[in-house]
């Protein structure tokens, strides 16, 4: 199956900073999703991008998906930005991948004050 | 439109009880995936529904299983639960099998004793 390898898996970072978290998958892949996990454990879309650049606020993301990586890209980061960030991907190999996100080991973001 | 919705939100089990868990999709979605969240394994595809039907089944034993409703409402169960099963179950939905965003509800945190 599709491999998600995402990198780093710890990010310390202090207020104010920008970061990088990227994410490389060795398929082609016709979803790809990021997500932040809260304290709670829910995953809260950020959002969904198989391919191109897209932005939220603070937030943007590229896939490129020819090169099979994505990178999301968090600026002036705040306290509250802290949490577990996952990429996840969905393959639809040979239509056998329905509804299954294959998700990355994530990346543990920690924002100091 | 009120989000992915799933219950209970806590559980606790003793070692060779059943449970069920319930999902609710968002209103119009059609697919729903379950997802099994552990620190040793991280986020791990357990089946996707669609249509009543199930699509997509992920490398667990017989002892998990599932159902979809004509409402798309889904249910998961667990038979014969081991200490190994404690984990964050999680359900997303999205319009269509294999297409499309997923939506993730708050999971249901169960703890086998």
């Known amino acids: 199956g599709i491999q998600v390898e995402q990198s780093p898996p710890d990010l310390i970072l202090q207020e104010g900073a920008n970061s990088t978290l990227r994410c490389n998958f060795s398929?082609?892949?016709?979803?790809l999703q990021w997500f932040h996990q809260n304290p709670w454990g829910q995953l809260i879309n950020l959002f969904y991008i198989p391919s191109g650049t897209k932005q939220n606020g603070r937030l943007s993301a590229t896939t490129v998906a020819t090169e099979r990586y994505s990178l999301l890209y968090i600026s002036s980061s705040q306290t509250t930005d802290s949490g577990v960030y996952f990429c996840?991907?969905?393959?639809?190999?040979?239509?056998?991948?329905?509804?299954?996100?294959?998700f990355g080991q994530g990346t543990i973001l920690t924002v100091h004050p | 439109k009120a989000g992915v919705t799933q219950t209970p939100r806590y559980l606790i089990k003793t070692r060779g009880q059943q449970v069920t868990l319930s999902c609710s999709p968002i209103?119009?979605?059609?697919?729903v995936s379950w997802y099994q969240q552990t620190p040793g394994q991280g986020l791990q595809f357990l089946f996707e529904y669609f249509s009543e039907t199930q699509r997509n089944k992920g490398n667990f034993p017989g002892r998990f299983s599932g159902r979809q409703f004509s409402n798309s409402r889904s249910e998961m169960n667990v038979s014969t639960l081991e200490l190994g099963d404690s984990a964050l179950y999680l359900c997303?939905?999205?319009?269509?099998?294999?297409?499309?965003?997923?939506?993730f509800g708050p999971g249901t945190r169960l703890t086998v004793t």
């Open positions: 996840a991907v969905d393959t639809n190999a040979g239509g056998t991948s329905y509804g299954k996100l294959t």
């Open positions: 209103s119009g979605h059609r697919s």
């Open positions: 997303a939905s999205s319009w269509a099998s294999g297409a499309g965003e997923q939506y």
């Open positions: 398929d082609s892949v016709n979803n």
